[in-house]
């Protein structure tokens, strides 16, 4: 074993830039079309390998039990023998705002020791993992924006052009569960080609529901049309939309109410993630 020391890594939130409800399987889950996009906003998550055998984590504010949380159950699904490692997590993420901060913390998790660890697992691996802990942890494993169908799992890099977004956060939790099963929920919108998104033919098929059932979300949308086009990011809480320039996202951020909270981040092809483990050397070898 190397010296030991931590991997700092930004774990990056993302936008659903439309969601569309084509059908719904037998087995309960939705058919969908998605297109995600990464930002250079997140959770910020520090690894420190070591060999004690065990994960620890250090999560102020987060309140889940361990068996819960997506990182420790990430970390458990790589982890044998003696390897272990110290994980602390610095939630910026809000919980129930469709950024996705749980799935993308344990994907994380999951590309960090298994570079760390020197596990060697390739991608496929690693999204195979991350699929049983969530449907959206494999996009942040693939860790490139990326239209998605299917149940999400079927994904195709596109490169985006650069934009910078207004992002809101209500104070409110959204269920993914509730919107889902929903009665009300639109489950037979005819699939669409890429182009047609790109053409301006898209929507975010929860979001008339979500408003009516939670009026914060309404508000929001409602304010922030007046500066831009709002969308919800999947089934919410948190509204977001879309600039060319950061200024002009900040002009808008600087006439937000009192009442919310809302970041600024520039929309990334590639994940932080990757770019940070480019750079790292792994720190453990790969005996048990």
């Not at 993302?14 to 990464?38: A, P």
């Not at 195979?128 to 299917?150: I, K, N, Y």
């Not at 529901?209 to 009026?215: E, F, S, T, Y």
């Not at 520039?266 to 990757?274: A, C, D």
Request: net charge negative; hydrophobic share 45%; aromatic share 8%.
């Amino acid at each position: 074993m190397s010296q030991s020391s931590t991997l700092t890594v930004l774990s990056p939130a993302k936008l659903n830039l439309f969601l569309h409800i084509t059908g719904r399987r037998e087995d309960g889950y939705h058919e969908l079309q998605t297109l995600f996009q990464l930002l250079d906003w997140g959770d910020w998550l520090a690894f420190t390998p070591n060999r004690s055998g065990r994960i620890t984590l250090d999560a102020p504010g987060l309140d889940i039990p361990l068996a819960d949380n997506l990182v420790y159950r990430a970390a458990g699904l790589l982890q044998k023998g003696t390897l272990g490692a110290h994980i602390a997590i610095d939630k910026r993420i809000p919980a129930g705002g469709g950024l996705g901060g749980g799935s993308s913390n344990a994907a994380t998790t999951l590309l960090a020791l298994n570079h760390l660890w020197q596990r060697g697992l390739d991608q496929a691996a690693l999204q195979a993992m991350g699929a049983t802990l969530g449907a959206d942890v494999p996009v942040f494993v693939a860790g490139h924006s990326a239209w998605a169908e299917g149940i999400g799992e079927r994904l195709t890099p596109v490169e985006l052009p650069e934009r910078w977004y207004l992002v809101i956060i209500p104070g409110c939790h959204v269920s993914t569960g509730q919107i889902f099963s929903h009665l009300e929920l639109t489950r037979d919108t005819s699939p669409i080609k890429m182009a047609a998104f790109f053409e301006g033919y898209s929507r975010n098929d929860c979001q008339d529901l979500v408003r009516r059932l939670h009026p914060e979300v309404d508000d929001v949308l409602s304010w922030l049309a007046v500066f831009a086009e709002p969308r919800l990011t999947g089934t919410g809480a948190c509204v977001f939309a879309g600039f060319e320039q950061e200024a002009e996202a900040r002009a808008v951020l600087d006439q937000l109410p009192d009442q919310w909270t809302a970041v600024v981040a520039r929309g990334l092809n590639r994940s932080p993630v990757l770019a940070a483990l480019d750079r790292a050397l792994p720190q453990i070898d790969p005996q048990v």
